[in-house]
């Protein structure tokens, strides 16, 4: 071949476009497993209970309001009714809700899915119940008034363990059901009529036990509402409309507190027009990042999602993005070796070095469903940098020029791992490691000949020298 580093270089760059595609296949298998782990999530919702969202308590009173309207004169004078039905609703002036999340793991398959128990105290003011007391549009229209009942909504009703409901000191029995437009979904109680319009002050204290999935978000219907959650998971993601006033994390649990005025939103008026709560995201998203209405055409809520930040299937699919530079980092180096130790490697040693290096990302994959991800990176990692040491010994001639190269993939693995371990400063750490890899190749090579590894130019030079 007249230009036999050209043919060289064609072929490395064949090479590599099929390694990208073999990393593009590992990608899909990640994502494939991520679509499962969701699945499974979704199964265990299905069969157990979804995200939970706390509405109430709250009482409203559905009304009917009819009046007859005369049409015609004389003989073709008719007389229709006309009604107009609408809901009232009474809502706490102070909401107190005190809280304990136990953890539950379940699992469908190989895929964990958090569950917890929810332990809520919740006790209710309503300063007066004027606004339970119906006002006519129309002049000599009928009123007719269902009795006021007291709800309890959540967002899944399977997950209700044990209620009980006291006003006072009486026990009120409860009832399953909300008989809210919206808000089906739920518990009720119905309450005496003398309590319409009443001045007096009325208080209702909630004993509630609820499982959930993955997330619990609360609707703050108070005229002033504190929320005081803990859990003994080290690992709460907040979201919603509003970050708790008070929060400590640690790695036996997390406790937090909300206090939030009627001033600060309009919840209580949302919920009483029959708007729907502002949904955080669910557990079929990957991340829990906080999700808002585009429209906000909902009403306000806060959160708190159990999330794994050890999610194997995001480290992983993070993980596989990093595989270009690790095939082209490591062809750089077999390519330095080859050029300082005046060394011919094929670009079948090159192939396989790369299916190598491929073969990682699948290993950690799949040993991270069966083993903690920091134990199956350091399985995979340790399999393939001892591969490609034994293998690179007898590609580049010698053990001494082998070990070289598998410290050099290990210490790139080394990186990698951090890399995945950081959030915020994840691209500033991997930009100056590419610009320190950069420089030390340039360095290593400012002394190389580039024109002087091509034979047809090298024979002109030799020529025209004198």
């Not at 406790?255 to 729907?276: E, H, V």
Request: net charge neutral; aromatic share 8%; with cysteine.
């Amino acid at each position: 071949m007249k230009n036999p580093l050209f043919t060289k270089l064609a072929a490395l760059a064949a090479i590599t476009l099929l390694l990208l595609f073999g990393l593009g296949l590992i990608e899909d298998v990640v994502r494939d497993r991520q679509r499962y782990r969701n699945i499974s999530a979704q199964s265990v919702a299905q069969s157990l209970a979804g995200p939970q969202t706390l509405v109430g308590p709250l009482i409203h009173s559905a009304c009917v309001e009819s009046w007859d309207v005369v049409t015609g004169k004389g003989e073709e004078r008719r007389t229709t009714e006309q009604r107009r039905e609408f809901l009232l609703t009474a809502m706490p002036e102070q909401l107190v809700l005190g809280s304990n999340a136990a953890m539950q793991e379940r699992a469908r398959g190989l895929h964990k899915v958090n569950t917890y128990n929810l332990t809520a105290h919740i006790t209710a003011q309503w300063a007066s119940l004027a606004s339970l007391q119906p006002q006519a549009s129309v002049k000599g229209s009928r009123m007719v008034c269902g009795a006021p009942i007291l709800m309890m909504a959540v967002g899944d009703a399977r997950g209700i363990r044990t209620a009980q409901l006291t006003i006072g000191e009486q026990v009120v029995p409860l009832k399953p059901g909300t008989f809210h437009p919206t808000y089906t979904r739920g518990l009720h109680a119905a309450l005496p009529e003398a309590v319409r319009g009443q001045a007096d002050s009325l208080s209702a204290t909630l004993e509630l036990e609820l499982v959930g999935t993955e997330r619990l978000a609360i609707v703050p219907l108070g005229g002033s509402t504190e929320v005081q959650l803990r859990s003994t998971w080290p690992h709460p993601s907040f979201a919603g409309r509003f970050l708790p006033a008070e929060r400590e994390v640690t790695g036996n649990g997390f406790s937090a507190r909300w206090r939030l005025s009627s001033l600060a939103t309009t919840a209580p008026q949302d919920i009483a027009n029959g708007k729907k709560a502002c949904d955080a995201p669910t557990m079929a998203d990957s991340e829990y990042a906080v999700g808002v209405a585009a429209d906000r055409d909902c009403a306000d809520s806060f959160s708190v999602a159990f999330i794994d930040p050890i999610n194997p299937y995001s480290l992983s699919d993070r993980a596989t993005k990093y595989g270009v530079l690790f095939i082209a980092l490591t062809f750089v180096a077999v390519g330095l070796f080859e050029l300082m130790k005046k060394l011919r490697v094929h670009p079948v040693q090159y192939l396989l070095v790369g299916s190598a290096l491929c073969s990682f990302f699948l290993l950690l994959v799949s040993l991270s469903e069966h083993l903690p991800f920091g134990v199956s990176y350091a399985v995979a990692a340790t399999a393939c940098v001892l591969l490609l040491a034994y293998y690179a010994s007898h590609m580049l001639g010698s053990f001494s020029r082998g070990l070289p190269l598998g410290a050099g993939i290990a210490l790139l693995y080394g990186l990698l791992y951090v890399l995945l371990q950081l959030e915020q400063t994840a691209l500033v750490v991997g930009a100056i490691a590419l610009f320190l890899v950069l420089a030390a190749v340039m360095v290593l090579t400012r002394q190389v000949n580039w024109y002087g590894l091509s034979p047809a130019r090298a024979g002109a030079t030799a020529a025209e020298a004198p």
